[in-house]
Nanobody
Framework: QVQLVESGGGSVQAGGTLRLSCEASGYIYYMAWFRQAPGKEREGVAVITNGNHTKYANSVNGRFTISKGGDHKIGYLQMDSLKPEDSGTYYC????????????????????WGQGTQVTVSS
């Protein structure tokens, strides 16, 4: 069992930046970020592998950057040019089992989840 601890959420105005961090207690291969707004389904935002392959949701591509530390146990989500529609609870998720890359932003592919951190973007 791997535990994930997120940090870095907060409130910013539109156009602002935030950086989220996620630290894993053990070995992981995929680290992904998901978000969920009230009344909406959880959606995949970005994913990175230990080989530094990355993928982004269309809605954040070019504005968000996912990265990992050298030991692959800590990951970051740099969020620039934030929009009000980026608001929600952001969750870090991790997995070691191999998955089809096309499925890597599906929440049901991940067993380990953080507690979530709130991001609020005001207009």
């Amino acid at each position: 069992q791997v535990q994930l601890v997120e940090s870095g959420g907060g409130s910013v105005q539109a156009g602002g930046t935030l950086r989220l961090s996620c630290e894993a207690s053990g070995y992981i291969y995929y680290m992904a970020w998901f978000r969920q707004a009230p009344g909406k389904e959880r959606e995949g935002v970005a994913v990175i592998t230990n080989g530094n392959h990355t993928k982004y949701a269309n809605s954040v591509n070019g504005r968000f950057t996912i990265s990992k530390g050298g030991d692959h146990k800590i990951g970051y989500l740099q969020m620039d040019s934030l929009k009000p529609e980026d608001s929600g609870t952001y969750y870090c998720a991790a997995e070691v089992r191999l998955m089809d890359w096309e499925d890597s932003l599906l929440p049901n592919k991940y067993d380990w989840w953080g507690q979530g951190t709130q991001v609020t973007v005001s207009s």
